[in-house]
């Protein structure tokens, strides 16, 4: 406290001496005209001051919601400024007065403000101005800090259809500031075919009023939905640890000046939210209806309409739009009887983002013509629910002719693409046709047999029966107990993990590195301790190591790169590299396989 003090002395002294001039404070305001429940800021600017105090006006008619200041002292003198975040109550013309330093005896007042405020967000009446050093944030509160940081989970719709897509949020609601946080508690999400949203840029912080109160927001974790059956779906709560910033109150000036706060850790989760999935209306349903629900358009196309027998032709079939594309089912096609069909190739191109999944699925059909002829490629139909709209709805591709001219050889396929080619077998090497030419047969070599190597193969061939069927059993009971296995094979799992998030370092995808660093651990202690993957917490992970006599030190060293990959998807992490992240979480599962 005393060398803060001294500190604090010497600049001010330093600066009073050094820059003494005329003080000049202006005020600014982002906005002259604002809507009611609309956050603007008005800006004290302050020139000159070596150490005086500032006094900032009443702001009458607005709640105050933040604040925020800085001071610099350069070759030009000391400057500094002091911003507030206000948010006007009611409608109409108001006035804030000015702002005053006194230095060495003398007032300095800065300029008046007028704000006209317009009708916009209705203000909740029993509002009351806020402190900017906490946000509003009562002594009595601060007793109980689910009241000021809780977690939420939010999702666009309760009430859907089988299958129809929901857009989950998980989010943390804060009044306080928070430094670092870390996922301890991942949600299971039984019942629901689940797509995370992975985004490329940093969640930002915004601000929202919830219940009447304006809080800091930030999304932790977005996730796509699918409910896989009717009836009431429970999502499961979120948990996570952040520390948090919790005002102090102080006797020390400085302390009220500048704010003083204590450090928290705190763990919070989100409530158990439930979701009613209605069946699927039976009445209406096509007979070709294979479950897919959203809203989509098909569109179908051959490669040429006309060749000859025993070619290759391509028909493909693109299905867009949104809505759950991935889970889609085959297509039930008719192709002509001579046709040969191969299974298709399927390729998508989805993107998932808040709006949900949407894009294209492809998929390309090998047919081969047998015989010459004329041929028609029947209409494709597709049907889907539309649970906007409560309707199934089917769409129909276009049909094609065909011509199909005799081939030059009905042995072989020609003229096949190069990605073709793998795919189909000349018929000549399909059965090899009856030589009716003279043939000279030779005869078989009789030497070998009553040689010694004839009668070493008549000895070895047991032994070597013999000890496959022990080599069998061995490996048959080795591998029955699955625990032992998959902890057997932890560890090469985890490399492969590790390999993947060295490859994004070297890309310089760093989300994506952490994700694949976080994985490899938790799926190695996942397979090493015989624990869901879903049921890994620090007291799980910490109970379970210590049972098998790990470390104290290095389930520490464990925790820590752990809680270091989940802080890294929020906010960028200081004082250690990539590397030596890499190289940490490396050296943790093989300290581990030694101990245990």
């Known amino acids: 406290m005393k060398i803060k003090y001294s500190i604090l002395t010497l600049l001010l002294f330093c600066s009073s001496i050094l820059f003494a001039q005329n003080v000049k404070i202006t005020a600014s305001a982002s906005k002259t005209t604002a809507a009611t429940g609309e956050v603007f800021e008005v800006t004290f600017n302050i020139q000159g001051a070596g150490g005086g105090s500032f006094s900032p006006p009443n702001f009458n008619g607005f709640q105050e919601v933040g604040q925020s200041s800085s001071s610099v002292i350069d070759d030009n003198g000391s400057s500094s400024s002091v911003t507030y975040q206000l948010v006007p109550m009611s409608v109409g013309d108001f006035t804030i007065g000015p702002a005053v330093v006194v230095e060495k005896g003398k007032r300095f007042s800065s300029n008046v403000l007028k704000i006209k405020v317009i009708k916009g967000k209705p203000v909740p009446q029993n509002a009351q101005p806020q402190s900017a ?42 009044r306080l500031g928070i430094e670092q946080m870390a996922p301890n508690k991942l949600p299971e999400l039984n019942g629901f075919w689940s797509e995370e949203i ?92 294979t479950g897919a629900v959203g809203d989509f358009n098909m569109e179908a196309s051959v490669d040429k309409t006309e060749l000859k027998a025993n070619e290759a032709l391509n ?46 699925r492809f998929y390309n059909y090998l047919l081969i013509p047998r015989h010459q002829g004329d041929y028609t490629i029947d209409p494709l139909k597709f049907s889907y629910f539309n649970p906007v709209s409560n309707k199934y709805i089917t769409v129909t591709s276009k049909g094609f002719h065909i011509k199909v001219d005799k081939g030059t050889s009905q042995n072989n396929v020609t003229e096949l693409n190069d990605a073709d080619k793998q795919d189909i077998k000349m018929l000549s090497k399909d059965i090899r046709y009856i030589k009716t030419n003279n043939t000279d047969l030779d005869k078989p070599a009789d030497a070998f047999y009553g040689s010694v190597g004839y009668y070493l193969l008549l000895l070895f061939g047991p032994l070597l029966s013999y000890g496959a069927y022990v080599y069998r059993n061995w490996l048959i009971k080795t591998n029955s107990d699955v625990v032992k ?105 093989n300290d581990i396989e030694n101990e245990i």
């Open 315 to 360: 028909y493909k079939v693109k299905l867009s739009g949104y809505g759950n594309i991935k889970l889609l089912k085959s297509l039930s096609t008719a192709f002509p009887a001579d046709f040969e069909k191969y299974d298709p190739k399927i390729s998508d191109s989805v993107t998932d983002d808040e709006s949900g999944v949407s894009g294209y």
């Open 198 to 289: 992975k985004s490329t840029q940093q969640q930002q912080v915004r601000d929202e009023v919830y219940k009447g109160v304006r809080y800091r927001v930030l999304d932790l974790k977005q996730v796509i939905l699918f409910p896989e059956h009717a009836g009431d779906l429970t999502i499961d709560p979120f948990g996570a640890i952040f520390y948090v910033d919790v005002p102090v109150q102080s006797n020390d000036p400085m302390d009220q000046f500048f704010g003083s706060v204590n450090q928290v850790k705190y763990q919070a989760k989100s409530a158990p939210l439930t979701i009613h999935v209605k069946p699927l209306p039976e009445a209406g349903k096509p007979a070709g209806f």
């Open 133 to 174: 050093r906490d946000n509003g944030v009562s002594s009595r509160d601060l007793k109980d800090l689910s009241k000021v940081v809780f977690m939420r989970a939010v999702v666009d719709k309760s009430t859907v259809y089988q299958g129809e897509q929901i857009i989950l949020n998980y989010r943390i609601y804060s």
């Open 485 to 589: 296995v998959k902890s057997r094979k932890a560890g090469k799992v985890a490399a492969k993990h590790l390999a993947n998030a060295e490859k994004q370092l070297l890309a310089n995808n760093k989300q994506a590195f952490y994700e694949n660093i976080s994985t490899g651990l938790y799926g190695y202690l996942s397979d090493k301790l015989n624990i869901q993957y879903a049921n890994l917490d620090r007291e799980t992970i910490t109970s379970a190591l210590k049972a098998k006599s790990v470390s104290d030190k290095l389930v520490g060293q464990l925790l820590d790169t752990i809680d270091l990959c989940e802080m890294a998807r929020y906010a960028p992490v200081r004082n250690i590299s990539e590397k030596e992240v890499f190289e940490k979480a490396k050296g943790i599962i």
